[in-house]
């Protein structure tokens, strides 16, 4: 792909969640996530193999079908209310039309079935976009709608995302399927506390970013697709692999790594809000993460120092922009739980 439709397609991709996280009018909402939808086919097809072929054929479906979904549910709601405002979705059955387009958008459960068939289908870099820039412009949206959108359906989903991302993701060996099944767990999280505390979603939201980010830039370091890949990193380099440990350790919420932090702090709330259930289901559920994240992590480690090479410059990489990106979002994705008292 040429750099000039490099750069078309990922102005495209920024310009179209802008316009949706600022625009107060429906029909602009809808306009800036076809534009994102547009705009990241190309970069989802662009390996001309039958598997991106099929990964962007299932997300333009699904992503259609929600664009379609949301401007219905608007509609129904501007002929009962006679406004198009976001903030103002006060028809039931819009609410519940809206819950499921965005949820569908997402890749919450039990709409989540696009997400992993779409990230393994498409390059590492593609699935890290899909995986958190897309994510922002129906979060902004939920974010906008959380004072009416239904608490009991947003917590149902929550859980059951949490427990799906969880069991599912013990089972599968690409590094790429198990991104996807750690965002769908993550982003039952953010559903179950998003009409509670949406402050906690925003917090929640922005610390996944930064740690899937951090992910996905130690993957394609390490140019691992498998379980097995990140198996043989440590010889090639041993401070890579360490820093892919902590980051998997803080995605599964381990303390006192940065991922505990949205846990602790949702875990809390949901018990203030008497809702004790849903937090312990919750609390189990990130155990089975753990597991997977702790598999991965002893993978990554197995290989102790003597087996390593002795040639001098094996370890090192060369300063590409993901090296420099890592670099910079490193230090938050691990460091950041002594910020807690301030950040809340």
Same mark, same amino acid.
């Given at each position: ?130 995986? *958190?820039? %897309?994510? !922002?412009?129906?979060? #902004?949206? &939920?974010?906008?709608? +959380?004072?009416? $959108? =239904?608490?009991?359906?947003? /917590? ?114 949901? *018990?203030? %809000?008497? !809702?004790?259930?849903? #937090?312990? &289901?919750?609390?189990? +559920?990130?155990? $089975? =993460?753990?597991?997977?994240? /702790? ?50």
């Amino acid at each position: 792909m040429s750099p000039t439709t490099t750069t078309i397609l990922v102005s495209s991709l920024a310009t179209g969640t802008i316009i949706t996280a600022s625009s107060h009018h429906w029909l602009m909402a809808w306009i800036g996530l076809e534009m994102n939808t547009l705009a990241i086919i190309p970069m989802i097809s662009k390996q001309h193999h039958p598997r991106a072929t099929e990964a962007a054929t299932k997300y333009f479906l699904t992503q259609a079908a929600a664009s379609a979904l949301i401007l219905f549910s608007s509609t129904v709601n501007a002929w009962q209310n006679g406004t198009w405002d976001i903030i103002n979705l006060t028809n039931p059955t819009a609410n519940m039309m809206l819950t499921m387009a965005l949820a569908m958008k997402l890749g919450l459960a039990p709409m989540h079935f696009w997400l992993p068939e779409v990230m393994q289908g498409s390059t590492m870099k593609t699935a890290m976009i899909v995986a *958190t820039w %897309q994510k !922002l412009a129906p979060m #902004a949206l &939920i974010y906008q709608t +959380s004072n009416n $959108l =239904s608490t009991p359906t947003l /917590l149902t989903m929550g859980i059951i995302s949490t427990m799906l991302g969880g069991w599912a993701g013990l089972n599968q060996t690409q590094t790429r399927k198990i991104m996807a099944y750690s965002s769908i767990a993550h982003l039952g999280w953010m559903a179950a506390i998003t009409t509670i505390m949406p402050n906690i979603l925003l917090l929640n939201l922005t610390l996944y970013l930064l740690m899937t980010t951090s992910m996905f830039f130690t993957l394609v370091l390490l140019n691992s697709k498998n379980i097995k890949d990140i198996a043989t990193s440590w010889t090639t380099s041993p401070t890579t692999s360490t820093m892919t440990m902590l980051i998997l350790l803080s995605l599964g919420g381990l303390p006192p790594l940065t991922g505990f932090m949205p846990k602790w702090l949702i875990l809390e709330e949901l *018990t203030t %809000q008497n !809702l004790t259930t849903a #937090a312990t &289901i919750m609390a189990m +559920s990130a155990l $089975l =993460s753990l597991f997977f994240y /702790l598999r991965l992590s002893y993978t990554s480690t197995i290989t102790l120092s003597p087996n390593t090479t002795t040639t001098k410059h094996k370890w090192r990489f060369k300063q590409t922009m993901s090296t420099a990106l890592l670099t910079l979002t490193l230090p938050m994705s691990v460091l950041m739980l002594p910020m807690t008292p301030m950040l809340t």
